[in-house]
């Protein structure tokens, strides 16, 4: 079946670090691949998407590519800032299986 | 923001007693999701629809109903809600459910159930 495997958290980082968030996964066919982020007391918003190897989805400064050979969609952002704490959920989606499949959820805290 | 809309919010009840959560949609997307989120475990899928009338189960259907007669609303519901039914409940809506296509989900604020 499909799995999403993300780095563990928590997460702590000062203001304007770089981030990268691991995301591998296992799944048949071609699935399309998501960031999903959860700010405290919401629900999930997505973060950006990639629906075939070598895309790179991209927004809000948060970039992740399709890598099909090594089946990883890494999370990076190149200066975080304090209002991007919260959690970040890697998931794909399977036309076959008709569902998301959601990694773990990694809590991203951010200190000024 | 996807026009969609869980209710209630908040809700405790008492173990053995029926329960039903609503998610209602502006948006006139064909499919709908339901997901319980838990600790350490991410978001699982209880029961999808794909068109009024249409669902199906998901990982952890068990203990768990849905109806949907029209195409703005998804209704969950617990027959006999137990402790471990205890969660935050979300709602999710996508145009298609096809590969490579506009399947991203959109998702509702979420419903708090507390089972004592």
């Known amino acids: 079946g499909n799995s999403v495997t993300q780095m563990e958290g928590p997460v702590t980082l000062s203001e304007e670090a770089f981030l990268t968030i691991n995301c591998t996964y296992t799944a048949t066919g071609y699935p399309s691949l998501f960031w999903y982020v959860q700010y405290p007391g919401e629900g999930l918003q997505l973060l950006l998407k990639a629906t075939k190897a070598d895309d790179k989805g991209s927004n809000k400064g948060f970039e992740a590519t399709y890598r099909k050979e090594t089946t990883s969609f890494h999370l990076e952002k190149g200066s975080v800032q304090v209002s991007d704490s919260a959690v970040y959920f890697c998931a794909l989606y399977s036309g076959s299986a008709r569902q998301l499949t959601f990694g773990s959820g990694t809590q991203l805290t951010v200190l000024p | 923001d996807a026009g969609i809309t869980q209710s209630p919010r908040h809700k405790v009840t008492e173990t053995g007693t029926p329960v039903t959560l609503r998610c209602h949609q502006t948006?006139?997307?064909?499919?709908m999701y339901w997901y319980r989120q838990d600790p350490g475990h991410g978001l699982r899928l209880i029961h999808y629809s794909y068109g009024v009338k249409d669902t199906d189960k998901g990982e952890v259907s068990d203990g768990y109903s849905v109806s949907r007669s029209k195409t703005e609303d998804f209704l969950l519901t617990l027959e006999s809600a137990t402790s471990s039914q205890t969660s935050v409940y979300f709602c999710?809506?996508?145009?298609?459910?096809?590969?490579?296509?506009?399947?991203?989900?959109?998702f509702g604020p979420g419903t708090r159930l507390t089972v004592l």
């Open positions: 948006e006139n997307h064909r499919y």
């Open positions: 999710a809506i996508s145009e298609s459910g096809a590969a490579g296509g506009r399947n991203e989900q959109f």
